[in-house]
C-alpha cells in the first residue's frame, strides 16, 4: 500500500467477484423477502414468477402496484448492502448495474426471452437510481466521517 492513500489499488479479482456474489444474494434473500410480504398482503400464492416474471409488475391491479413497491424496497435494501459490503463511493454504481444486469439475464433465462413490458423496464430502472443513490449517500457519508487525530496524551517536545 503507498504512503498516504486510504486503500490500495491493487487489483484484487477475488475481491470483486467475492463482494459480486454477496450483493447478488442481498439483492434476491432482499426480492424474496419483499416479494413474499407482498403475496401475504395481497393473498396471493407465492411464486417465482413474482421474482422473475415480468408480466407481473403492472400498473392494473393492487398486486403488481405492491411487487413494484417491493421491488423499490428491495432497491433500498441493496443500498444497504452496497454500504456495508462494498463500502465505496465510486463502485455502488458499478455494483448496482451489474446487479440488474445479471438480473436481466437471469429473468430472460426464465422466461425464454427478452422483457418487453415497459413498467418492467420503468421499476427497473428506478430502482436501479434507488439503490445507486442510496448506496452512494452512505458511502460518503462513511468516507467523510473526521478522522480522529488526537488520541492520547500529547507529548511535548
Known sequence: MAIGQFRSSVWDPVLI?????????????GLGFCVCLVDYIAGSHRSLHHL????????????????????ALNALIGGLGLWYVV??????????????VIHV?????????????????????VCVIIMTVLGEFLCMRT???????????????
Not at 467477484?17 to 434476491?28: A, I, K, N, P
Open 87 to 100: 463500502q465505496r463511493t465510486k463502485q455502488c454504481w458499478d455494483f448496482s448495474g451489474t446487479v440488474y
Open 17 to 29: 467477484v467475492s463482494q459480486m456474489m454477496t450483493m447478488q444474494c442481498v439483492f434476491y434473500v
Open 105 to 125: 439475464i437471469v429473468c430472460c433465462f426464465v422466461n425464454g426471452h427478452f422483457p418487453d413490458s415497459a413498467s418492467w423496464w420503468l421499476t427497473a430502472i
Open 52 to 71: 422473475f416474471g415480468y408480466q407481473a409488475l403492472h400498473f392494473r391491479t393492487l398486486q403488481g402496484k405492491l411487487l413494484m413497491a417491493a421491488s
Open 143 to 157: 468516507e467523510l466521517k473526521a478522522i480522529p487525530l488526537s488520541v492520547g496524551s500529547k507529548v511535548d517536545l
